[in-house]
């Protein structure tokens, strides 16, 4: 089978880690790197965290660390709204990272020059670094493949009522992003209601699984969780994702509204050009079967 190439973009959230190892678990997909950003401002703390991630599954991913702040000092942090950074993962082992004198943005620019059209790229981040990338190659922004943004959403937000936490992170740079003419897939607050997993479905992953699938169950712990590993089932089976091509814009200036994902639905825009294919909805029964065949799957190819 011919696995997609694949940069994913994290942050050390646990939603982020749980996409980094379904998609290095994955039979479809190849990981070819892996860029750090930061919630908290810390870009790299989430590639010490990333490493010590990588000693756990026991494989070796180049890994670059991005920008830890937003492009603009308006934008917010997560550590400014009284939100604290996760605890030590007691169960990852410790690890020295080495940081790479290569930015992250050149090392994506470096790997799509090399394989134009070839490459995959997945946000399950603030999109900081891709915006970083857009601004300083955007000759290269229409030679990946695609990209999958797990953020955003079409009706509603997490952070705030209008706005998904990602693009609220750095709403500057997810509109530079959404300008950028790169060919995006925006897997969003919508479909939460289809990628769930119920107390039942988590335990038994966890029972039944080896490393992996109790890793896989022990990050799966909420929607936004899920929501971030739903971007990487969309990479895996594409055919089995319910998508609608929209014109989508970021609000910068709303006072209630700023970070959130407008996509203009109706046609009173005329002059919008659908610029991103908006994931509404999946099958959650293959969904969470996918979820168990990745990490059964993974923890074979570990066990020998």
Excluded at 43 to 51: E, H, I
Excluded at 90 to 98: D, G, I, V
Aim: charged share 25%; net charge negative.
């Amino acid at each position: 089978m011919h696995k997609k190439p694949l940069i994913i973009d994290v942050d050390g959230s646990d939603g982020s880690l749980l996409a980094l190892v379904l998609a290095c678990a994955s039979e479809e997909l190849s990981v070819e790197g892996v860029t750090c950003t930061g919630r908290w401002g810390a870009a790299d703390r989430t590639a010490v965290t990333v490493t010590r991630l990588c000693e756990y599954l026991q494989i070796e991913l180049p890994i670059y660390v991005g920008n830890g702040r937003p492009l603009c000092s308006q934008s917010h942090l997560a550590a400014q709204t009284g939100e604290e950074p996760p605890v030590d993962r007691a169960f990852l082992p410790p690890a020295e990272f080495l940081c790479p004198p290569q930015p992250a943005a050149e090392f994506m620019a470096e790997v799509i020059r090399g394989r134009a059209g070839e490459i995959c790229l997945a946000a399950v981040a603030p999109l900081t670094d891709l915006a970083d990338l857009a601004i300083a190659y955007p000759q290269l922004c229409r030679k990946v493949d695609r990209v999958v943004i797990a953020g955003g959403g079409t009706v509603r937000g997490d952070r705030t009522p209008a706005a998904e936490h990602n693009i609220w992170c750095d709403p500057e740079a997810a509109q530079i992003v959404f300008r950028s003419g790169m060919p995006l897939i925006m897997c969003g607050t919508d479909v939460e209601t289809s990628c769930y997993m119920c107390p039942t479905e988590r335990r038994g992953l966890y029972d039944r699984g080896g490393d992996i699938g109790r890793l896989v169950a022990e990050l799966a712990k909420d929607a936004a969780c899920l929501r971030r590993a739903a971007a990487i089932y969309v990479l895996c089976r594409p055919d089995e994702v319910n998508l609608r091509r929209y014109p989508v814009e970021i609000d910068l200036n709303g006072t209630y509204t700023r970070g959130s994902t407008v996509a203009l639905m109706s046609g009173y825009y005329p002059d919008k050009v659908a610029n991103t294919d908006v994931v509404l909805a999946l099958v959650r029964q293959r969904f969470v079967q996918w979820l168990f065949d990745t990490a059964a799957s993974a923890d074979r190819r570990r066990q020998g």
